[in-house]
């Protein structure tokens, strides 16, 4: 048995997304580790044998007459490198992959069910663009999963945001020089275990920060298997949630947000976090072998 299955590259992600609509997939099939890792052995020997973000999503049934945006719900899957998968886990720039895969330019609400986030796709005017809003107050409940602003690991004064994905902010100033990747993945270490993930897991994300003379942030963030090329989108929301937050670590975001490859435009509101002038782009569709799976 095949499903189609489509190649989405989100612009400033660290690679691309497999799509899959889960209307294509068999009856009764379940999405399982072995019929994903199945999934992504049928990428050997094609120039996306190393894609590690699958994204699997279904359109919600609408009323009629409904004049509301069309509404997804987006299921996100993170390959890790020891061949395992992460269920947990959210990734923005993948549920933008699935907006631009189903192929249709107009505003979209987004249920993301691994993470229980909305988030409002709409196009920007002519552009080939999307501002992603996060419909939730960012310093309402659930924000702070320690509910401190601010907590102390490993000596190291660190906040933790739930927003999007749980991320760790941590100054940049508190971390050495030479070494700072080790240092980060050790700090991510000791937060996963304080929010009851295991080290090894793809939670939670960390990013270090810097302030600028002119009040603008930079940021350097992990991704799996090392550094994020920008920035993650949902790191952008949890940054800027973080940053309207009293107490936490993070400054306000003034501006666009500076990464090692280009800014990243985020926004908070009272009732929102908005990520502005992100692009995706479909670059394949592949028939892929899927074994089926009764249920029960």
Known sequence: MTVVATVVRAHDAPGPTLVLRGGELPRGALALGGELARLLRGLAGTAYAGINKIALYDRAPRALHDRAPRALHYRFVQALPDSRFDFRAGCGHSLLACVVAD???APVTVRAVTTGD???????GDEDAYTLSFL???TGPGTLPTGRPADVLDG???????????YVFVDERHLPRTAAYDRLLALRAEAARLLGHHPDSALPKIAAFAEGPDGRLSVRALTVGGWHPRLALTGAAALA??????????????GPVRTPTGTVT???????????????????SLELPWRIHATA
């Open 103 to 105: 192929g249709r330019r």
């Open 241 to 254: 949630a973080a940053g309207a937050i009293d107490g936490t670590v993070v400054p306000a975001v003034r």
């Open 266 to 284: 985020v926004s908070a509101a009272p009732d929102r976090v908005r990520v502005h002038h992100k692009r995706a782009e479909v670059l394949e």
């Open 136 to 138: 939730r107050a960012p």
């Open 118 to 124: 909305t988030v409002l796709c709409e196009p920007q």
């Open 156 to 166: 190291v004064p660190v906040s933790l945001v739930r927003y999007g994905n749980p």
